[in-house]
T-cell receptor, first 111, second 112 residues
Framework: TQLLEQSPQFLSIQEGENLTVYCNSS?????LQWYRQEPGEGPVLLVT?????EVKKLKRLTFQFGDARKDSSLHITAAQTGDTGLYLC???????????FGTGTRLKVLA | KAGVTQTPRYLIKTRGQQVTLSCSPI?????VSWYQQTPGQGLQFLFE???????NKGNFPGRFSGRQFSNSRSEMNVSTLELGDSALYLC???????????FGPGTRLTVT
């Protein structure tokens, strides 16, 4: 069974602080996605990474895919209250649209 | 382009009943996936349909079933509801080629 473990599970920080969320697996994925979900809504895709070692930046968010394509990280610089939400990673194996979701990291950014 | 729509948004059923949820994907998307989200288990993959055929299936009992119509709209059905089926059911429409998933707002099912 493929599993994606995220850490930390919960994170409460002050506005302006930096943070990193990790997504780890013993399985290899052909692509990995990061989502943010807010209460009452479905997850919204932030980024897709497909190449081992790939780094993508989206404004204050930096995403990295591990060299072996088994792990990923999301780094947020100078967090803002609008970053509050549930962050989910999701991996897919080659040739399928069957995504395995991580356990989630619930982030709260305090003003 | 209109996003993914799911109906109904909220549903309350009693144990033993059955329920049907509906999902309309983004126009042009032929793949529709269904997920169950609960606080304890997180987001779990139910099944994926592509051009009216079930292409992938998660580890859920046979009480959970689905189908897709020629216009790509999809329904999922849960028979003989159990209390543990209470969850947010999410539908995702996948863009062919990129694998980018767009989620609907979900249907919140409560089983009493």
């Amino acid at each position: 069974t493929q599993l994606l473990e995220q850490s930390p599970q919960f994170l409460s920080i002050q506005e302006g602080e930096n943070l990193t969320v990790y997504c780890n697996s013993s399985s290899v994925f052909s692509s990995l996605q990061w989502y943010r979900q807010e209460p009452g809504e479905g997850p919204v895709l932030l980024v897709t990474v497909v190449t081992g070692g790939e780094v993508k930046k989206l404004k204050r968010l930096t995403f990295q895919f591990g060299d072996a394509r088994k792990d990923s990280s999301l780094h947020i610089t100078a967090a803002q209250t609008g970053d509050t939400g549930l962050y989910l990673c999701a991996g897919a194996t080659s040739g399928t649209y069957k995504y395995i979701f991580g356990t989630g990291t619930r982030l709260k950014v305090l003003a | 382009k209109a996003g993914v729509t799911q109906t109904p948004r909220y549903l309350i059923k009693t144990r033993g009943q059955q329920v049907t949820l509906s999902c309309s994907p983004i126009s042009g998307h032929r793949s529709v996936s269904w997920y169950q989200q609960t606080p304890g288990q997180g987001l779990q993959f139910l099944f994926e349909y592509f051009s009216e055929t079930q292409r992938n299936k998660g580890n859920f009992p046979g009480r959970f079933s689905g189908r897709q119509f020629s216009n790509s709209r999809s329904e999922m059905n849960v028979s003989t509801l159990e209390l543990g089926d209470s969850a947010l059911y999410l539908c995702a429409s996948t863009e062919t080629g990129t694998g980018r998933q767009y989620f609907g707002p979900g249907t919140r099912l409560t089983v009493t």
